[in-house]
């Protein structure tokens, strides 16, 4: 590889990591906008607390509360609108794969890295984890002082660096592929 060949790959890299972090703050965005929407409706609407225990796990000290079903669903909309911009704008990959064969894999690239989310959200959360957000601090008076809206995009943010990474190496492959595969025959 010369060393032009090297800086151009590097630049494509870097302007596809600046794009993704783009459509990652969209994302993050709407995720929040979500998680916000989510939470009050359920609040107001239905007297449900995001702290309130959803789902106790048996023969364990753990549960599943409310907040991690609010923070799934809000994922799940972002992850979404995320494939669709990446896909278009990112990563170009629209004319080289279908939809359908990428979002399998941007799909679970995304929930391993919600996996490891929803556990750095629930160490955030809870008042006796060494990483906990203080709830002196974050007391929930209001929006901006609201434990679970700042615990939501801290995740985000330490989860973003392996959603690009993985999403580049393996769910948007075959725009390098077939880019390869065009200057081959070209």
């Known amino acids: 590889m010369s060393p032009s060949d090297f800086y151009q790959r590097y630049r494509q890299s870097l302007r596809q990591f600046l794009r993704f972090g783009l459509v990652g703050g969209l994302g993050a965005l709407v995720n929040q906008v979500v998680l916000v929407l989510t939470n009050v409706v359920a609040r107001d609407g239905l007297g449900v607390h995001a ?20 923070v799934m669903i809000a994922f799940l909309v972002a992850n979404f609108s995320n494939f669709w911009f990446n896909r278009h704008w990112t990563f170009r990959s629209v004319r080289v794969a279908p939809a359908w064969r990428e979002y399998g894999p941007f799909l679970l690239v995304g929930l391993g890295a919600q996996a490891i989310g929803l556990v750095l959200i629930t160490a955030l959360m809870h008042p006796d984890s060494p990483i906990g957000l203080p709830s002196d601090v974050f007391d929930n008076s209001s929006g901006l002082r609201n434990k679970l809206y700042w615990a939501n995009l801290i995740t985000i943010v330490c989860v973003t660096p392996i959603n690009f990474v993985l999403n580049k190496l393996w769910t948007f492959r075959a ?8 200057a081959e025959v070209g």
């Open 51 to 70: 702290n309130d225990i959803l789902i106790d796990l048996p023969f364990t000290d753990y549960n599943v509360r409310n907040y991690h079903l609010y």
């Open 175 to 182: 725009v390098r592929s077939g880019r390869k595969r065009q």
